[in-house]
């Protein structure tokens, strides 16, 4: 239902007792409203945000290094250029970043302007007025203007609602880039991995091959059993097979990069295998907690606290009358006659406008109640943000303090498999063993690499991980906006 309002609107000069009861009425009504207006100004302030961050970090390593950290160009810690060049050529093309930055530019846009309601307005208009007596028809040529005060909290609440929004695109933005950088980062990594996995398992078929051979050769000479043959026939069959699946790595994960470079293939570069990237000896040595606080989810919870208070306040404010000034003035020409108005037949009118609402089943009062109960519930989601983070930062150092353990094992893994390896060949030169025995050791350093390699990869992605938790993406200049192609038909 429709709430009842007691409107006092601008008083046209040109009825003198109407005027003269509008100057008795005007300064009794704003005096009365004068103490609710002065108590209703005040904005509640913004709650607090008290982030429950940890004071140490459970998963992070012994006797690290005092809090201080720049996680600009993180990812450079895998020591790869074309990784590099990759992130950078993302930034610059990648179709989410510039639906970002351009919401950012219109939230900026409207952000300049979002107090401009309580400012002086003036409106142009006509309009033609039929007389029911058919004997006269009026064209009106006229302008109004309006002006209503930001009381009770309008001004800053208003203020407040636009500057969450704003801030809200600006986390988008940063969390756009976030992702990227991470993703981008993540995908070249399980290229170049699924590449040097390739190689690796092609060169266990190739031994399997060369078994194979041998093992056919001895059966042939009565020297081994058939099924020795069979054996490593099948073993072949699962080598063989086995290649498909770092394949299918290698096409999705370039496929998946030009998608985030903007483009719709892949460049034939990325196809040519290439050096894993790796962190090596890299380990952490700083993380402090309040880095948490560049997380895009916190940075978009914080928003999104400002706007529900600002959104809040107007509620609020709505509860109270609303208060301006306005006049117009209007021109008449009456179309039936062809008489046109003279300058002395011009109307003005001037005056304060007020609008007190008396009753509305309790529609503005639940309104508030309810901006009340979103603002609560930012709050909470602000907080679950900052232990969604927390959560994630834990798991990611723990990941990768332990896959820098298993690296470093199946690293002494390989040194020994190779040792051993450069030892049966020389045996099998000297006539102490055999061309299977060389194949044999091939296939078991092949594996091992295998492991380490996949190991390498795995401490990569929680390296990717632990800074995209952090909110560790750079903070470039702003990206300059794509232009759609637009159709000229």
């Given at each position: 239902m429709i709430g009842k309002h007691v409107s006092s609107t601008a008083i046209p000069p040109s009825n003198a007792r109407t005027g003269k009861a509008g100057g008795r009425i005007a300064p009794l009504l704003l005096g009365s409203l004068l103490g609710t207006v002065l108590a209703g100004c005040a904005v509640a302030p913004v709650p607090e945000l008290k982030p429950p961050l940890p004071e140490t970090w459970r998963n992070a390593p012994a006797n690290v290094a005092p809090p201080s950290a720049d996680l600009r160009g993180w990812w450079q810690a895998l020591g790869d250029p074309a990784l590099d060049g990759l992130i950078d050529r993302a930034l610059r093309n990648n179709l989410d970043v510039a639906q970002a930055a351009e919401r950012l530019q219109a939230a900026r846009q409207v952000n300049g302007h979002s107090r401009d309601s309580y400012l002086p307005n003036l409106h142009a208009?006509?309009?033609?007025?039929v007389n029911p007596d058919t004997s006269a028809s009026y064209f009106m040529v006229g302008f109004d203007a309006s002006w209503e005060f930001p009381l009770f909290g309008a001004w800053q609440s208003t203020k407040r609602v636009a500057n969450g929004q704003l801030n809200g695109a600006q986390a988008a933005l940063r969390g756009a880039q976030v992702s990227l950088v991470a993703e981008v980062t993540r995908?070249?990594?399980?290229?170049?991995?699924?590449?040097?996995?390739?190689?690796?398992?092609?060169?266990?078929?190739?031994?399997?091959?060369?078994?194979?051979?041998?093992?056919?050769t001895r059966v042939d000479l009565k020297l081994a059993p058939p099924m020795e043959a069979a054996r490593a026939q099948a073993e072949l069959a699962r080598a063989e097979a086995a290649l498909a699946e770092p394949r299918q790595a290698i096409n999705a994960a370039a496929q998946q990069l030009a998608v985030l470079l903007g483009q719709n293939e892949p460049d034939p570069a990325w196809l040519e295998p290439g050096a894993q990237p790796r962190l090596g000896a890299w380990q952490l040595t700083a993380a402090p907690a309040d880095l948490l606080r560049a997380?895009?989810?916190?940075?978009?919870?914080?928003?999104?606290?400002?706007?529900?208070?600002?959104?809040?306040?107007?509620?609020?404010?709505?509860?109270?009358?609303?208060?301006?000034?306005?006049?117009?003035?209007?021109w008449s020409i009456n179309i039936a006659t062809n008489h046109r108005a003279r300058n002395h037949e011009g109307i003005f009118?001037?005056?304060?406008?007020?609008?007190?609402?008396?009753?509305?089943?309790?529609?503005?009062?639940?309104?508030?109640?309810?901006?009340?109960?979103?603002l609560n519930a930012a709050l909470f989601a602000y907080r679950q943000a900052v232990l969604q983070g927390v959560a994630e930062t834990e798991v990611a150092m723990g990941d990768l303090e332990l896959l820098r353990g298993r690296e470093q094992a199946l690293q002494q893994a390989s040194e020994a498999s190779r040792g051993g390896g450069a030892a049966v060949r020389k045996r099998a030169e000297l006539g102490l063993g055999s061309g299977l025995d060389v194949q044999d050791s091939v296939i078991e350093g092949q594996r091992t690499e295998l492991e380490l390699t996949s190991a390498i990869a795995a401490r990569d992605l929680a390296y990717v991980s632990l800074y995209k938790a952090l909110g560790g993406a750079p903070m470039p200049a702003p990206p300059q906006p794509l232009q759609p192609q637009r159709s000229t038909d």
């Open positions: 208009r006509t309009n033609d007025v995908r070249w990594v399980e290229l170049r991995s699924a590449q040097r996995q390739e190689t690796l398992l092609g060169a266990i078929h190739d031994a399997q091959q060369e078994k194979l051979r041998l093992l056919q997380r895009p989810e916190i940075a978009m919870a914080e928003a999104e606290v400002l706007r529900s208070a600002g959104e809040l306040g107007l509620a609020r404010k709505d509860i109270y009358p609303h208060i301006g000034f306005g006049s117009s003035i209007q009118s001037a005056g304060p406008v007020i609008d007190i609402p008396l009753f509305d089943w309790g529609q503005r009062i639940a309104a508030a109640h309810a901006k009340d109960h979103e």
